[in-house]
């Protein structure tokens, strides 16, 4: 079982969409969906980006992400795992294993998400995340196995 980092669940958005790419990992997504689990840090960091839009002025973008995120809740409903205590409790060892690395928080409230939920990350991000002592894979380079 997987949980996707904000970068690979960013490569299905429509600004990604716009530049006309398709990473084999999308293929892949349709194919194993109900083995992957996303973050509520992923959902505040897509919320991030639309207030940074609005801000900005990027009304057009904002909108489409709106509309993206809402189909993204939808899609993963009660595979959206929330930071509680025991990813907490997870996320302090990480902190200290990875404090030479300086991760940003929301990477090690990721990673510390799947951990706690016995999952392997599947991110781009290896520099921050390689460190972590988490299980990652990077579906950019070699598409995982299903689990």
């Known amino acids: 079982m997987f949980l996707l980092d904000t970068n690979i669940v ?3 958005s429509p600004v990604a969409a716009a530049q006309n790419t398709r990473p084999p990992i999308l293929g892949w997504l349709e194919l194993h969906g109900s083995e992957v689990y996303l973050s509520s840090v992923t959902i505040a960091e897509i919320w ?3 207030h ?8 057009t973008k904002a909108k489409r992400l709106r509309n993206w ?3 993204i809740e939808n899609l993963y409903g009660n595979r959206v795992l929330p930071f509680g205590s025991k990813e907490a409790y997870a996320a302090g060892a990480i902190l200290d294993r990875a404090r030479a690395h300086e991760p940003g928080f929301a990477d090690i409230a ?3 998400t799947a951990d706690a939920n016995g999952l392997t990350v599947l991110t781009a991000n290896e520099k921050h995340f390689g460190p972590m002592g988490v299980k990652w894979w990077n579906p950019l380079k070699e598409l995982p196995l299903s689990s």
């Not at 940074?52 to 009304?59: D, G, W």
């Open 69 to 71: 995120v809402a189909l």
């Open 110 to 112: 990721i990673a510390a």
């Open 10 to 12: 960013s490569a299905t």
């Open 52 to 59: 940074r839009a609005e801000r900005l002025e990027a009304i």
């Open 48 to 50: 991030h980006g639309i």
